[in-house]
């Protein structure tokens, strides 16, 4: 399996969700904002919808704009936020060069007071995203960092308490992962239930490396429902994945056809051909020691993964 994205879903939306808590709690109105920095708010919050679905080209064209936006109202915390949902971006596009260059910039940007939360997620997010090219010892200092911030402040997310189980699990510390992840999973709820997808996924992986694989097999389901829900497209292609490779080194490898199938399907639908290639190559090894036709499947990936699709689910 490759190393787990930085961040399933933008963990940087304060700016929104103060907006919405203002508007939501019946006191007195927010001021009407500036005519670019409402644009900017309206950029960044449609940027973190394509995100959300994987539509990751469009989020970044998005989050350029909000940037661009925010950095005209000098909105320091609103240019920070949009630096780091960038470096997100591109950490999940593979560009892990990028994505530190944009980390280190949001970092430069929260480095008054009154930004040590925002630090604090962009520190986590910057040790994944160095746990992903293999730079382990780099992201721990980064992470620890990112820990004794969060203690100072009494506040510490799951994000980065999934990426030390993240990082545990690089290291093969199957134990400690599954500790670390368990308790993360616990309080995945409230203001941070959508970190309780990502972090079932990672553990499922421990579960998996260490051997135990209807452990992984369940969390796997439960993190594809959580998924489904949320109109994660890109983290549901990544759960199927994830389940057709698991049953296809077990004792009933034909279960994963129709894994791997349906995650081809989404890959092509949002774009990703190289993706999607790969796993419908998978589809048909796996189809014909199986004894399986995957001629018609074959057919919508190709189709739909050059284009030619009736919806465009990223427009």
Known sequence: MKPLPASRFPAVVFILAILLVLAACGGP????LPEDLARAHENFSRATMHYKKGC???ALEGYQAAHELFSAADDQRGVGLALESMANVYH???DTESALLLYDEALDVFSAAGFEKERIYVLANKAAALVSIGKLEQAAKVLDRAKIL???N???????QRVGGLLLLHRKQ????????EKALRQAVGPQADQWAPTAFTLARVMEASGRQERALVLYRRALERDRRQGAYDQVAEDLAALGYLYAGSKTPCKGIDFFKR???????????????DLAERLEDLARTCGTDSTAADFFISKWAGGQSLINICR
């Open 29 to 32: 109105r927010p001021a009407a």
């Open 174 to 181: 199957f134990k400690e992962a599954e500790t670390v992840l």
């Open 56 to 58: 990751f080209r469009q």
């Open 92 to 94: 999940e596009l593979e």
């Open 263 to 277: 995650a081809a399907k989404i890959e092509a639908l949002l774009g990703r051909s190289a993706k999607a290639a």
């Open 154 to 160: 009494g506040f510490m997310p799951v994000l980065a």
């Open 150 to 152: 969060a203690r100072r």
